[in-house]
């Protein structure tokens, strides 16, 4: 009975998961600007989701090219800000590799929510700066397909939304997916540790 019923769950949070929201994204008034600036976004989505992970790409960056020789270092550590008027209250920043620290991409995470509203911290001089803001929403039990995706460029002036994706949805799972280098590490000495026990076992 047990694992009918968790069979069960699973098959509706992937029937859920797979199907993709009708979103609808777009700032919140004008960029506050100034050497390190801020935009204030909302985010709707037909579909609750309580994950949203957004990366920054260069907007020169051709269709099929390796998205991994155009990200774009724009974002302040503290990229997310639910505090502010009108901001998504029980969300929070995420905190995975490679993490917002890197510059190039962030997560936040909270309560099942159809409207998220927050404001992101970008550096450099707006003015003389150009990138393409991609997200992804999704379900933290499944996340093997997203439940929506949008992007927005900003080109030193103003916002252009609905602009194709910067990367693709497989793109964003290897970055967030990636292994830290200490985890890497351990990762090798373990499968050292292992060969060297085996051979040392077959050894008479």
Known sequence: ??????LLILITASVATTSRAELSF???????LGGSWFQSFQLRSSTSFNNMGIILTDPSMPAGA????????????????FGISGGTSGWR???????????????????PTNEL????????EPETTAFTLTL???DSIIAS?????????WDGISWKFDTPRGVSWNEFQQITHAPEPTAAL???????????????ASQP
């Open 66 to 81: 390796d998205y991994r020789d155009f990200l774009y270092t724009g974002f302040k550590t503290d990229a997310w800000d």
């Open 117 to 124: 509203v927050w404001r992101s911290h970008f550096i450099d």
């Open 26 to 32: 777009d700032q919140i008034g004008d960029p506050e």
């Open 186 to 200: 351990l990762g090798s000495m373990g499968l050292f540790a292992v060969g060297f026990i085996r051979r040392r």
């Open 93 to 111: 920043e995420s905190s995975f590799a490679p993490g917002p620290d890197q510059g190039y991409m962030t997560a936040a995470a909270g309560t």
């Open 1 to 6: 009975m047990m694992r009918k019923t968790a």
């Open 145 to 153: 397909s997203p439940i929506g995706g949008a992007s927005a460029t």
């Open 136 to 138: 992804f929403t999704y």
